[in-house]
C-alpha cells in the first residue's frame, strides 16, 4: 500500500483548467474495502503509477476503465498511446459539470493522459516555466505539456485514431479530454519557496543539492537512505536501513558515475524526514 497512499498523498500540479488543458479530479476514496493487486516489480515507474491509477479508478463506482495503454498504428509503427478511456455512470448533468461541457449531448467517456513527474527547480534558467526540469536534467516540464498537447491528445483525433477507437465500437466525437498531470517538485537547497503560480505549492515537497554542498558540515549529522526508484513516490518512513553520512557517500558518488541524481531521505535528530537529491551536474 505505499505505493497507493503516496500516490494519494500527491497533488497535481494544478487545479481546474491552466496551460489549455483540464485536471481531471480524482473523487475522494473509501479505502476500506479496497484490496490492491500486487504491482509487478519489474514495470518502471511511470507503468507502475498508471497501474496504481487503474486499481484506484476501477474502486470508484461512477467509473469505468473501458481500455488503457491503447496502441495507435500507422501500418506496422506504432505512432503513439492513449493513456485510459473511462466510461462515467454520473448523472449526464453532473458529468458534464464536471467535463465543464456545455453541450446538452455531452458523452460519458473520458480520454486521460496521466503524468507523473519529478522537477527540480532549477533557478539558472530565465523563464519560469522551463525552470522545471528532471534530477537528471531531462524530463523538462514544458517539452511534457507541449507533448501532451501538440500530440498525445490530438491523436485521438489523426486517422489512426479514429480507425483504432472505431474498431473498438468507439465514436471520437463523443469523448472528452482530460488530464491528470501530477508530480513532486524539488527547490534548491536553502532557499525560500518560491512561487510557482499557476503550479501549486503543495506539489513541492523537498530539496535539491550539488554534491559540494551536501559534502559540507551542514548533512554530516544526519542519517540517510538512498531510495530505489520504485519508491520515490513513496512516503518516507522508517522501515529502511539508515546509513550515516559517512557511509552514504560512496553509494551517491557511484550514482553520478552514471549521471544519476539519486532520492535520499535524511533523517533528522528529532526524527523528521527529509527528501532530497543529490544532484551530479
Known amino acids: 500500500m505505499k505505493h497507493i497512499h503516496g500516490f494519494l498523498a500527491s497533488s497535481p500540479l494544478w487545479k481546474?483548467?491552466?496551460?489549455?488543458?483540464?485536471?481531471f479530479e480524482l473523487p475522494p476514496l473509501d479505502l476500506t474495502h479496497f484490496e490492491p493487486t500486487p504491482i509487478p516489480e519489474k514495470l518502471r515507474l511511470g507503468h507502475q503509477i498508471e497501474y496504481i491509477f487503474h486499481q484506484l479508478v476501477s474502486h470508484l463506482d461512477p467509473y469505468e476503465v473501458i481500455a488503457h495503454n491503447i496502441q495507435i498504428k500507422k501500418g506496422n509503427d506504432t505512432v503513439g498511446e492513449l493513456d485510459f478511456l473511462i466510461r462515467s455512470s454520473l448523472p449526464a448533468r453532473q458529468f458534464r459539470e464536471t467535463c465543464q461541457e456545455t453541450?446538452?449531448?455531452s458523452k460519458k467517456l473520458l480520454h486521460l493522459e496521466l503524468t507523473y513527474k519529478f522537477y527540480i527547480i532549477d533557478p539558472t534558467i530565465a523563464d519560469p516555466i522551463h525552470q522545471l526540469v528532471g534530477p537528471n536534467r531531462k524530463d523538462a516540464f514544458f517539452a511534457k505539456l507541449e507533448k501532451t498537447k501538440q500530440k498525445q491528445l490530438p491523436l485521438v483525433f489523426t486517422e489512426e485514431g479514429i480507425q483504432t477507437l472505431t474498431t473498438l465500437g468507439i465514436d471520437p466525437t463523443e469523448i472528452n479530454q482530460k488530464v491528470l498531470f501530477m508530480g513532486q517538485i524539488f527547490t534548491p537547497y536553502h532557499t525560500s519557496v518560491p512561487s510557482i503560480a499557476p503550479l501549486q505549492t503543495d506539489c513541492i515537497v523537498g530539496y535539491w543539492v550539488h554534491m559540494h554542498d551536501f559534502e559540507l558540515d551542514d548533512f554530516k549529522a544526519h542519517t540517510y537512505y538512498i531510495t530505489y526508484?520504485?519508491?520515490?513516490?513513496?512516503i518516507p518512513h522508517n522501515e529502511v536501513s539508515w546509513s550515516s553520512h559517512q557511509e552514504i557517500l560512496p553509494k551517491i558518488h557511484a550514482k553520478h558515475q552514471v549521471k544519476r541524481a539519486p532520492m535520499l531521505w535524511i533523517k533528522k535528530a528529532d526524527h523528521s524526514i527529509d527528501k532530497c537529491f543529490v544532484v551530479w551536474w
Open 229 to 234: 526508484k520504485s519508491e520515490w513516490i513513496h
Open 16 to 23: 481546474g483548467t491552466q496551460f489549455g488543458l483540464q485536471q
Open 103 to 105: 453541450n446538452q449531448n
